[in-house]
């Protein structure tokens, strides 16, 4: 596996540079899994009946990072990229067409907004907007501590897929 720079979280920080930093670590960590990989190998899916591939991952991942930080955290009803009413999993359906360059960018593009919003927030503050799950309103530090969760649990699966690619494992 071909690894990229990941920085680690500060030892001995503040509440927010400790979250962000483990936050930008997760991302950093999710890159590395599909780095030095093939389209076709970042669309290739864990073992069947699952659809879940790194290409998937990524995508899901610009997802959640929309979500929280667009829609919940600034409440600017942006609209999903890759899922709709019709097919709630669209982000893991994956035609020969998708790509990398298109995943990876849209990820960064979402990573960039969710940088922007948060830095406007302070940790204790609550969302403007709403999950689409529930009519509670969330602080930003709710919101960083399930984006680390969320990415934590997704580099797990990630491990998983990229062994069953090419057999590399590690961090």
Partial sequence: MTTSPRTAPALNADERTMLEGWLDYHRQTLAMKCAGLTDAQLRTASVPPSELSLMGLVRHMAEVERSWFRRVLVGDGAEPIYYSDEDRDGEFHL??????????????AEIEVARR????????????????????????????THMIEEYARHNGHADLVRERIDGATGE
């Fill in 95 to 108: 035609s020969e067409q998708d790509t990398w360059a298109e995943a990876h960018a849209a990820w960064q």
């Fill in 117 to 144: 919003y948060a830095a406007g927030f302070a940790l204790d503050e609550l969302s403007r907007g709403r999950s689409r799950f529930t009519d509670e309103r969330f602080s930003l530090r709710w919101i960083y």
